[in-house]
């Protein structure tokens, strides 16, 4: 393998591990724009038909969620205890898969370690950074909400 091909194939590693933490950041944006209005969109969606309804609104509490990233309407139930109605699946799928797929291209690029440039070694480092630092916005969104 010429040292252009090594070269090559570590500037696509880096790439990829730059671009793919921007799923968790999607993610968060996504977990963002679930909890605006939270409770207002729990009533304008379709209450269960197991919910408690007075009058023509559901009661419900509004909550936003880390696992899976997104809202949980959660409804009082006719028979007692209450009904959760989940949003986020899709949000938590696309975060696990940009994080996996991040940390491996930047290990792999990092495994190169004698064949990279001093800011080659800096860019995998930074995504990892702000791959951290998205999952910390998202828990803490959470957290806060």
Not at 28 to 33: D, E, I, N, R, S
Not at 99 to 119: D, E, K
Request: aromatic share 8%.
């Amino acid at each position: 393998m010429t040292k252009a091909t090594q070269a090559s194939q570590a500037t696509w590693l880096i790439i990829t591990s730059l671009v793919s933490q921007a799923a968790v950041w999607v993610a968060f944006l996504l977990q963002y724009g679930y909890s605006r209005g939270g409770d207002g969109a729990c009533f304008r969606e379709s209450a269960p038909d197991t919910a408690v309804v007075l009058g023509s609104t559901p009661q419900v509490v509004a909550d936003v969620t880390f696992m899976p990233i997104g809202r949980a309407c959660i409804y009082e139930a006719v028979g007692g205890g209450t009904v959760t109605v989940q949003t986020g699946d899709d949000a938590t799928a696309l975060a696990i898969v940009g994080t996996i797929v991040g940390l491996v291209a930047a290990i792999a690029a990092l495994a190169r370690w004698n064949q990279l440039t001093p800011v080659q070694r800096l860019l995998p480092m930074v995504a990892l950074f702000f791959l951290a630092l998205g999952w910390t916005a998202v828990w803490a969104h959470a957290a806060i909400r």
